[in-house]
């Protein structure tokens, strides 16, 4: 089966046609400028854990239109390579993303501390 409609050369040559709207640029100044009126309000709930050398942490705050984000902090007691802590969060708005491990939208701190080696990104969103 083939993966590609164009041999690689052609590929690395194509450049697709642009779609932005006029006011793409206005459009993100502006998004970012309201984000940055918004104060987050960021609260940090332990998290019952039981692996040592971690403590995990719930982490929510508010974001645009009074969205309420959603995640984990996990801070290492013990310097891991480089990393000594990362937030995982998870984009779910209204449905249950991949991240999850439940059909209620739930995620546990479980998934996220055996793969800490890479950053990884996933918010709830609650309006």
């Known amino acids: 089966m083939q993966l590609f409609d164009l ?5 690395k040559k194509y450049k697709p046609k642009k779609t932005a709207r006029p006011d793409f ?4 100044k502006k998004s970012l400028e309201e984000l940055r009126q ?21 982490l929510t705050y508010q974001s645009f239109g009074h969205s ?11 310097k891991l390579a480089r990393i000594s802590s990362f937030v995982f969060m998870a984009i779910m708005p209204a449905m249950t993303a991949a ?3 439940s059909s209620t939208g739930r995620s546990t701190a479980m998934p996220h501390l055996v793969c800490s080696s890479a950053v990884k990104a996933a918010v ?3 309006q």
């Open 7 to 11: 041999p690689l050369e052609e590929l």
């Open 68 to 78: 309420k984000i959603e995640g984990f902090f996990m801070l290492y007691l013990i």
């Open 99 to 101: 991240f999850t491990t």
């Open 25 to 28: 640029s206005d459009f993100w």
């Open 38 to 58: 918004v104060e987050a309000k960021p609260i940090l709930e332990p998290y019952d854990y039981p692996v040592k050398g971690v403590k995990v942490y719930r």
């Open 124 to 126: 709830k969103i609650r």
